[in-house]
């Protein structure tokens, strides 16, 4: 949010008065920081496609399957059988799922849109405005799933584990 400023006028008479930096290296010390800021975030963005698309959604998909089966299997045993967990988890880790794959389809399109943006200022604050707001929209229902998933399931380890964890 401070950045824009960086090159407001008081803020170069300032440096330039004092001999720190001229006009030309503040504006190049501005459109770098903006730069790495962008490619920053698009990497982590990118990142969380990935791990989204390819470890969390599959294996979230796939648990809720075991708990389908699980529930046919026990009720095909026994008309009767109180299938509350497998049913309520199934419903949740489904609409859990759908959110996801969304937030999921928009990043993609928002990052192919950010592709498009040439002003060093402009996309970043796109990244900033747009695509942590995407992140975000992932990142919801994965910390929810998270909560419901087994932790032989989840395809990462827990906070608890990567601190306690004895291997």
């Keep these: 949010d401070a950045l824009p400023h960086y090159t407001d006028e008081k803020n170069v008479k300032l440096f330039t008065k004092h001999k720190i930096y001229t006009e030309v290296e503040m504006q190049s010390r501005q459109d770098i920081i903006l730069e790495t800021y962008a490619k920053t975030i698009n990497i982590e963005a ?31 045993f026994d008309p009767d059988a109180d299938c509350t967990y497998e049913k309520e988890n199934i419903k949740n880790l489904c609409a859990l799922i759908g959110a996801c794959n969304r937030a999921v389809k928009k990043t993609e399109q928002d990052l192919i849109s950010a592709k498009s943006i040439t002003d060093g200022a402009e996309l970043a604050e796109f990244y900033k405005s747009t695509i942590i707001d995407d992140m975000k929209a992932i990142r919801i229902p994965a910390d929810e799933m998270e909560t419901i998933a087994s932790s032989e399931k989840w395809p990462y380890p827990s906070y608890g584990e990567l601190l306690f964890g004895i291997r």
Excluded: H
């Design 46 to 76: 990118l990142t969380m496609l990935d791990m989204a698309r390819k470890d969390i959604l599959p294996a979230m998909s796939e648990y809720s399957a075991t708990l389908a089966r699980d529930a046919a299997a026990k009720t095909s």
